[in-house]
Each structure stands twice: as structure tokens, then as C-alpha cells.
């Protein structure tokens, strides 16, 4: 049975450690998720964007839906069903509800331009299939297509909305998007990592991001002191995300976060896409050095030369 839907919190969006065909590395994806959950995560989005979810067939998406689900138990789950083929969207949605996701996030579908009226049909059309609760999922640099606050408006009054995660450089969006889910009664989580205790001031009531799968501690400790009225400082834990979001920013999305996660040590798979020598470089040079300034803050790195391995 599906568990209720994040309505607060710190959210890891996933990354799934694969082999070079996007298949999943079970074991690891395990170890990964069980780490996560010791340090003190609220849940996961499955196959967000960190999770490469366009490098992946549907059987693969399928699979990785039901091991998230699974290893992550009892924590809820929010699978994200975007795709640019309708049939996709509607047969992940229904894979997802009966593997006992607790909600599905859409993105607008990509590639092709879309104008809102559309976006809005695509976004019916994937919460009837999956018959849960339903995240938006604004990410317009990556998708092509902003998600306008009329377009959610009109979604939140036609579906089960449960909220909306913003992300991309659009920051001050926050504030229209929070405004609006007071008057209809959604949520607004933020992908803005290094942005977090600007974003809880706003009234966002968590993140879901792929710099979670890096420093989940530092993220949680900020929230804890931001949105829970812990003590301790909150600028000296901004800095350290910052300085994390900035050393692996050297590098694209999402192959930085991989370079982050090797550098606590964390199991990381292969690129599904072929990556250039230069990048590898980039990508080692980033383990090194983070390596350093966590060992420096206090951060386990466990075995943290558990490089990604690059396949020609």
C-alpha cells in the first residue's frame, strides 16, 4: 500500500547507479538508499532528472520503480512518470500506483514546443492513468516549456495536486508558486540545493534535490534549523552547500552529482551516455578535491576513490 505524500522535508532526487546500458545495479542502489536513510531523509523522487530517466527504456524504468519502492521502504516514494510518448506517461503511472509509489511528478513533455493548454491536456492525461496524488515538475531548462502559474491553477483545480518542484534558475518563480499553492492548498518543494534557507523563507516547505545524494547531512541539519527551530548555524551549513553545489558544478548535469557521490565514497555505476576523457578528468579532479573538504569538515568518505568507471 502506498504511503501518504511528502508534505514537508528533505527528498533526495535519486540517482541510480547503472551499468553503461542503463540497467540497475541493484546492490548498490541499495546501499546508497540505505545510507540516505540512516542519515535522516523524508523520502525520494525516483527517476527525476538526476535518476537519467531519458537514458532508460520502460522496462528499465519500470524495474528501477519497483527496487526504489523497495529499498526504500518505509519512506515514501514519488516516481516520476515524464516522457514525451503519452502511452509511456499513462503505463508508467499505473506501474508506479501498483508498486506503491504515494504520488507521480510530471514534467511537460519535451523536444517538441508545447503551448499550455497542451502541457495541461499531457498533465490530466498522466494523473487519470496513475490515480495518485500528483507533483508538477517545472524544470523548463531542461523540458523547453515554463510551466505558467495559470497552467497550475487550472491543473490544481481539475486534479489531486499535491505540489509542485521547482526547479532551474527561475528563482524568484518561488513566490508566485507559493502564493498560488496557499490559495489551492499545495506544496511547494524546491530543487534550488544551495538556495535552501532563501527558499524556507519564502514559505517552500522542502527540497528535493540531487545534491541530497552528496551531503544529506548538512541539508537536513540546515532544515532542522530552518523549519524545525533546531539550533545551530545556519550560515556556516549554506556555505558548505554552496561551496559543494559550486566544486561540482565544474562539471554538467547530472554526471556532477555522480563526482559528489564518489567523493563520500558512495557506489556510482557508469555513464549511460559516452563522456569524453576531458570530462573524466573533471569528474576526478572533483572527487579529490571534494574529498578533501569533507574529510576537513567531518564527512565519512568511505573508500572515496570509487571512481565512476568510463567506458570508451
Known sequence: MASSYPKKGILAALWLP????????????AANIGWLKSKG?????????TGEFPQMSSDQRKEAITAVIECAAPLPVVV????????????????????GACAVAIMPPGFYP????????????AA??????????????????????????KFADRANMAGIK????????????????????????SGADTRLAEVFKLGAVGCIGGLVNIVPDLMLDLYNICQEGKPG????????????????????????????MAARGRPVGEPKARVSPESKRIHDTIIHDLSAAFNEWGLECVNAENKMAFVP
Not at 83 to 89: A, F, K, N, S, Y
Not at 128 to 153: K, S, W
Not at 166 to 189: C, P, R, T, W
Open 18 to 29: 547503472t551499468d553503461a546500458e542503463g540497467n540497475l545495479l541493484k546492490r548498490e542502489l
Open 41 to 49: 531523509i523524508h523520502g525520494v523522487l525516483a527517476l527525476g532528472s
Open 233 to 260: 548555524d545556519p550560515g556556516i551549513l549554506t556555505d558548505r552547500i554552496k561551496f559543494t553545489g559550486a566544486m561540482v558544478d565544474r562539471l554538467t548535469f547530472p554526471l556532477n552529482v555522480s563526482a559528489g
Open 114 to 125: 508545447s503551448t499550455q493548454d497542451d502541457v495541461l491536456a499531457h498533465f490530466l492525461y
Open 128 to 153: 487519470e492513468h496513475a490515480d495518485l496524488p500528483v507533483f508538477l515538475y517545472n524544470f523548463p531548462e531542461l523540458t523547453g516549456t515554463r510551466i505558467n502559474v495559470d497552467t497550475v491553477a
Open 166 to 189: 521547482q526547479s532551474g534558475g527561475e528563482f524568484d518563480y518561488h513566490k508566485e508558486l507559493i502564493a498560488l499553492g496557499k490559495e489551492k492548498n499545495y506544496v511547494v518543494f
Open 80 to 99: 516520476n512518470i515524464s516522457d514525451i510518448r503519452p502511452g509511456i506517461v499513462g503505463e508508467l503511472g499505473r506501474h508506479a500506483r501498483a508498486a
